[in-house]
C-alpha cells in the first residue's frame, strides 16, 4: 500500500532527462510520468493550501490499471524518481523541488481532468451511434456558446488524419478559422490532442496564419512540460495512437443499438466542469 503523505525530504520529483527514464522502454515512460503525477500529487494533498480537483487515488488507480496491461515496474519508476531527486535537491535545493513539485501538480490535475473528458466521449460512443454534424451546425454553436474547443475537439475525432490529401475538407477549413478566431489566449483552452492533432496532420488547405499559432502553441506546451523535440514527437504519437483508438470506437457499430434512436449534443462547460459530448437514447 503506497503512503498517501510523505514528508518533503522523501518525495521525488521527475526529470525526462534523466538516464534512467532516456534508457527505459516506451510503456516504462508512461509509468514513470504517471507515477510522477501521484507523487506529486500525495505532496500538494499534504502540503498545498490549494485543493486540487484530481486527487491521487484517482493517479494511483490509473497507474494499476496501466501496470496491469503491460510490462512495467513500479520499483524502476521510483528509482528513476528518487534519482532525479536528490540530484535536484542537492543542485538547486529545496525550494526548487517544492517550485517544481507543485509546478507538477498542477500540469497532472489539468492532464487528468482531460483524461475524464475523453473517458466520457469514449463511453458516449460505445453506447450509441456516433452523430455527425455538418460545418454549419458546429458554426452556430460557436457562435452561440463561443466553445471553441470541444467543436475543434470533436473535428480532430472525427478526421484523426487529418484532411483528405485529395479532396476538399470544410471542417478543416472551420478548424483553420476557429484557430484564427481564437488566437493565441483561446488556444490555451484547445486539449492536447486537438493540438497534436493539428501539429502533426493536415486539416486546412492554406492558412499559414493559423499553421503558425498553432505551432507556437505547440512549442509552448513543450516548454511547459519541459520535453525536448524528440520527447515532444513520442507524446505526439502516442496522442495519434489515442485519436485513431476513439475514431475507431466512433465508428464500431454499439451493441444493443437496434430499436433505439439516439441523439448526441454538446453539453456547455458549468462551473467546475469542462464541456462534454452527451448521448440520450430512446427507444423506438
Same mark, same amino acid.
Given at each position: 500500500?503506497?503512503?498517501?503523505?510523505?514528508?518533503?525530504?522523501?518525495? &521525488?520529483?521527475?526529470?525526462?532527462?534523466? $538516464?534512467?527514464?532516456?534508457?527505459?522502454?516506451?510503456?516504462?515512460?508512461?509509468?514513470?510520468?504517471?507515477?510522477?503525477?501521484? *507523487?506529486?500529487?500525495?505532496? %500538494?494533498?499534504?502540503?498545498?493550501?490549494? #485543493?486540487?480537483?484530481?486527487?491521487?487515488?484517482? +493517479?494511483?488507480? =490509473?497507474?494499476?490499471?496501466?501496470?496491469?496491461? =503491460?510490462?512495467?515496474?513500479?520499483?524502476?519508476? #521510483?528509482?528513476?524518481?528518487?534519482?532525479?531527486? !536528490?540530484?535536484?535537491?542537492?543542485?538547486?535545493?529545496?525550494?526548487?523541488?517544492?517550485?517544481? @513539485?507543485?509546478? $507538477?501538480?498542477?500540469?497532472?490535475?489539468?492532464?487528468?481532468?482531460?483524461?475524464?473528458?475523453?473517458?466520457?466521449?469514449?463511453?458516449?460512443?460505445? !453506447?450509441?451511434?456516433? +452523430?455527425?454534424?455538418?460545418?454549419? !451546425?458546429?458554426?452556430?454553436?460557436?457562435?452561440?456558446?463561443?466553445?471553441? %474547443?470541444?467543436? %475543434?475537439?470533436? @473535428?480532430?475525432?472525427?478526421? /484523426?488524419?487529418? *484532411?483528405? &490529401?485529395?479532396?476538399?475538407?470544410?471542417?478543416?477549413?472551420?478548424?483553420?478559422?476557429?484557430?484564427?478566431?481564437?488566437? /493565441?489566449?483561446?488556444?490555451?483552452?484547445?486539449?492536447?490532442?486537438?493540438?497534436?492533432?493539428?501539429?502533426?496532420?493536415?486539416?486546412?488547405?492554406?492558412?499559414?496564419?493559423?499553421?503558425?499559432?498553432?505551432?507556437?502553441?505547440?512549442?509552448?506546451?513543450?516548454? +511547459?512540460?519541459?520535453?525536448?523535440?524528440?520527447?515532444?514527437?513520442?507524446?505526439?504519437?502516442?496522442?495519434?495512437?489515442?485519436?485513431?483508438?476513439?475514431?475507431?470506437?466512433?465508428?464500431?457499430? &454499439?451493441?444493443?443499438? @437496434?430499436? #433505439?434512436?439516439?441523439?448526441?449534443?454538446?453539453?456547455?462547460?458549468?462551473?467546475?466542469?469542462?464541456?462534454?459530448?452527451?448521448?440520450?437514447?430512446?427507444?423506438?
Amino acid at each position: 500500500m503506497r503512503m498517501r503523505f510523505l514528508p518533503l525530504l522523501t518525495l &521525488p520529483v521527475l526529470s525526462l532527462s534523466s $538516464t534512467a527514464f532516456a534508457q527505459a522502454s516506451e510503456d516504462q515512460q508512461q509509468a514513470v510520468l504517471i507515477y510522477e503525477c501521484g *507523487k506529486a500529487l500525495v505532496w %500538494a494533498e499534504a502540503y498545498s493550501p490549494q #485543493k486540487l480537483s484530481v486527487s491521487s487515488d484517482e +493517479v494511483w488507480n =490509473h497507474f494499476d490499471a496501466f501496470a496491469a496491461t =503491460h510490462s512495467v515496474s513500479e520499483a524502476k519508476a #521510483k528509482i528513476a524518481l528518487d534519482d532525479y531527486w !536528490q540530484a535536484v535537491f542537492d543542485e538547486d535545493g529545496q525550494d526548487e523541488l517544492v517550485h517544481l @513539485i507543485m509546478t $507538477t501538480a498542477s500540469r497532472c490535475e489539468e492532464e487528468y481532468l482531460d483524461r475524464r473528458t475523453s473517458q466520457t466521449v469514449t463511453a458516449a460512443t460505445e !453506447q450509441a451511434a456516433p +452523430v455527425e454534424y455538418t460545418v454549419a !451546425q458546429l458554426q452556430a454553436h460557436i457562435d452561440e456558446t463561443g466553445d471553441y %474547443a470541444s467543436v %475543434a475537439d470533436y @473535428i480532430i475525432y472525427h478526421l /484523426p488524419n487529418g *484532411k483528405d &490529401p485529395f479532396g476538399d475538407s470544410p471542417e478543416g477549413e472551420l478548424l483553420g478559422r476557429m484557430v484564427m478566431d481564437a488566437g /493565441p489566449k483561446g488556444l490555451i483552452r484547445f486539449s492536447d490532442a486537438s493540438i497534436l492533432a493539428m501539429v502533426e496532420a493536415q486539416y486546412w488547405q492554406y492558412n499559414p496564419p493559423a499553421s503558425r499559432l498553432v505551432d507556437a502553441e505547440y512549442r509552448r506546451r513543450l516548454r +511547459v512540460r519541459n520535453y525536448s523535440q524528440a520527447q515532444g514527437r513520442s507524446w505526439s504519437e502516442r496522442a495519434a495512437r489515442d485519436r485513431a483508438e476513439q475514431a475507431r470506437l466512433a465508428k464500431a457499430k &454499439p451493441v444493443g443499438s @437496434i430499436g #433505439k434512436h439516439c441523439d448526441k449534443y454538446l453539453e456547455p462547460a458549468g462551473p467546475g466542469t469542462p464541456a462534454a459530448w452527451v448521448t440520450k437514447c430512446t427507444r423506438n
